[in-house]
């Protein structure tokens, strides 16, 4: 029997079972009237294409997003291993500065330019390198805005097709809004690089009073 008049068949058997239950003045309810219009929509040809090209951008785009807010995730533990990196090691040079100031050499304030060396070059990689993470996250979150309403709107174009059935119109369909620019990251990655910019000079800052009794 072909598909299309078998299912027909079905979906009149049970109208009649429920006519018979409910009554002629009664309505069926809104959860039969879905499944008549799905399957009205499955047995036509457009419509039935229709609703499988939907729901593999559905798929799709569900995948793609759980992909890439894993990467985010991922990107942003990388920017606090950085801070985490800077600031073991501003650790390590202030330990040494300190243990320097004990010592009976007179001509530790020569050796100050050291450290500070070391701490600029520490926080201007850190720097640089949270600016890349920063810069790769934008184009994540903006890409993540994008493909969140493109399965949002896959999935109701699928669930107008179930509710309305015969009276659904391809003209009625929303045009995709472009996704605007994610300002999420953009307080937080000022904020990292002027907390690690501060912190520097404050390093500074202490080399000089740690070595040569600045100030």
């Known amino acids: 029997m072909d598909p299309v008049v078998a299912a027909r068949e079905a979906l009149t058997r049970v109208e009649d079972v429920e006519r018979a239950e409910l009554g002629p003045s009664q309505e069926f309810g809104s959860p039969f009237e ?15 294409v229709a609703l499988d090209e939907w729901e593999r951008k559905e798929r799709l785009f569900s995948g793609r997003v759980e992909r ?10 990388q920017i606090f291993n950085l801070v985490g990196f800077f600031s073991g090691f501003q650790g390590l ?33 850190t720097v640089i390198g949270i600016g890349q993470k920063f810069s790769v996250l934008k184009e994540l979150e903006k890409s993540i805005k994008t493909e969140k309403q493109a ?9 107008t097709v179930r509710r309305e059935g015969r009276n659904f119109r391809f003209r009625a369909l929303d045009v995709l809004p472009k ?6 990251f953009s307080w937080w990655k000022w904020g ?13 800052c202490s080399y000089l009073v740690i070595l040569c009794d600045s100030w």
Do not use: M
């Open 34 to 48: 879905e499944i008549r219009s799905l399957v009205w929509a499955k047995n036509d040809p457009v419509y039935r």
């Open 68 to 77: 890439r807010e894993k990467s985010s995730a991922d990107l942003i533990n």
């Open 93 to 125: 040079v202030l330990t040494a500065v300190a243990q320097l100031s004990t010592s009976q050499c007179k001509a530790q304030c020569r050796k100050v330019w050291f450290p500070i060396v070391l701490t600029v070059a520490a926080a201007v990689v």
């Open 151 to 159: 399965h949002t709107e896959a999935t109701k174009r699928g669930d």
């Open 179 to 184: 996704a605007p620019a994610p300002k999420t």
């Open 192 to 204: 990292v690089i002027f907390a690690i910019s501060f912190f520097t000079v404050v390093f500074i």
